[in-house]
């Protein structure tokens, strides 16, 4: 069970915009940023969006996240065929003192 | 180029020790912190353990808490990971991950560069 929750799944088509959830607690994701990362079949995970919504260089811009309260939410515009992955949201746990990931979503395309 | 190379994995026997190792290049090693996450066959990521970049705070998840203990030296740009008790739910592919701060829970944080893991199994 993990600390953060993320639904297992999500799908789309083409061209698509899908949204994924993470969903927490005040001592997580309502005291910290959030991190978001993909992981690619057969791969190490990569990030895609640090301090809830902030892009690292090479990263496009069809990838957003925002936050609010003890929510957050990943948002992929322009659905690619490459997007196909594992989405996991991360985040700081006051409480733990720990770093916590949510269950991970499984994107298909 | 930037690079994290982990080592040390391998088949142990329940309660035995394994020592890893994560070779770090291409940055300033000891500007960051650095982290081990495990990833389970077909699970999700689950944060190990963490350590900043003079070693002044370390922190660890509560299932490894006790029995792991993560340490770095900055002169050979390498991070640790010492596992003793090892059991079966210890069985995952081990990454090693940079951190964008100097401390283990900066704001801001998060894990931007990762090894290619290494892979540890627990069983008799």
């Known amino acids: 069970q993990s600390v953060l929750t993320q639904p297992p799944s999500a799908s789309g088509t083409p061209g698509q915009r899908v949204t994924i959830s993470c969903s927490g607690s005040s001592s997580n994701i309502g005291s910290n940023t959030v991190n978001w990362y993909q992981q690619l079949p057969g791969t190490a995970p990569k990030v895609l969006i640090y301090?809830?919504?902030q892009r690292p260089s090479g990263v496009p811009d069809r990838f957003s996240g925002s936050k609010s309260g003890t929510s957050a939410s990943l948002a992929i515009s322009g659905l690619q065929s490459e997007d196909e992955a594992d989405y996991y949201c991360?985040?700081?746990?006051?409480?733990?003192?720990?770093?916590?990931f949510g269950g991970g979503t499984k994107l298909t395309v | 180029e930037v690079q994290l190379v982990e080592s040390g994995g391998g088949l142990v026997q329940p309660g035995r020790s394994l020592r890893l190792s994560c070779a770090a290049s291409g940055f300033t090693f000891d500007d960051y912190a650095m982290h081990w996450v495990r990833q389970a066959p077909g699970k999700g990521l689950e944060w190990v353990s963490g350590?900043?970049?003079?070693?002044?705070?370390?922190g660890y998840a509560d299932s490894v808490k006790g029995r792991f203990t993560i340490s770095r030296d900055n002169a050979k740009n390498s991070l640790y990971l010492q596992m003793n008790s090892l059991t079966p739910e210890d069985t995952a592919l081990y990454y090693c991950a940079k951190d964008r701060h100097l401390v283990v829970a900066a704001a801001k944080s998060a894990f931007d560069i990762w090894g290619q893991g290494t892979m540890v199994t627990v069983s008799s």
């Open positions: 350590i900043s970049w003079n070693s002044g705070s370390i």
């Open positions: 301090s809830s919504n």
């Open positions: 991360a985040t700081w746990d006051d409480s733990l003192n720990a770093w916590v």
